[in-house]
């Protein structure tokens, strides 16, 4: 029970630092990955201390081209998910799957994309965070970020 409380209070003070305030409309329950609670009580009952990744900026993920389907955020999204071949029919693993999108105060919207249940020891699941704007009738992705769902805990920032 003590090793619980400790923990719950690392989570909160982690949440506190974290850049999710920095990024428009703040953290929320916008970021909330519904598989992860269940993950983390298992994982503790076995002796393992999963850990969250800070999220950092993908450039290389960021289109420099036009989205195929751009029409509204939400679509812009899965447009940029199946480019990246993030999503699609020909997944091989059996992932859980969430996107979401929010309109922010400034006009922009972040897009959330949750892959969740890799098939690894290491990795549980990946979150790609976009900022979007809209351009001309068409939304664009300005901004890719990414955070890792890690078994076994972190080390050095990376999953262990």
């Known amino acids: 029970m003590l090793r619980l409380c400790a923990l719950a209070i690392a989570l909160l003070a982690l949440t506190g630092c974290s850049d999710e305030a920095s990024f428009p409309g703040g953290g929320s329950e916008f970021y909330a990955q519904p598989e992860w609670a269940d993950y983390r009580e298992q994982a503790s009952d076995n002796g393992y201390e999963p850990g969250l990744s800070d999220w950092r900026h993908i450039p290389e993920l960021t289109p420099q081209e036009s989205l195929e389907a751009c029409d509204d955020a939400r679509s812009a999204v899965e447009s940029w998910a199946e480019s990246r071949d993030l999503i699609g029919a020909d997944r091989s693993e059996r992932l859980t799957i969430d996107m979401r999108t929010r309109q922010e105060a400034d006009g922009s919207v972040t ?47 990376l999953c262990r």
């Open 111 to 157: 897009g959330l994309l949750q892959r969740w249940g890799f098939r690894d020891d290491a990795v549980a699941g990946v979150d790609h965070r976009l900022r979007l704007t809209e351009t001309a009738g068409c939304w664009e992705v300005e901004r890719v970020e990414a955070r890792h769902y890690c078994r076994r805990g972190l080390e050095d920032g």
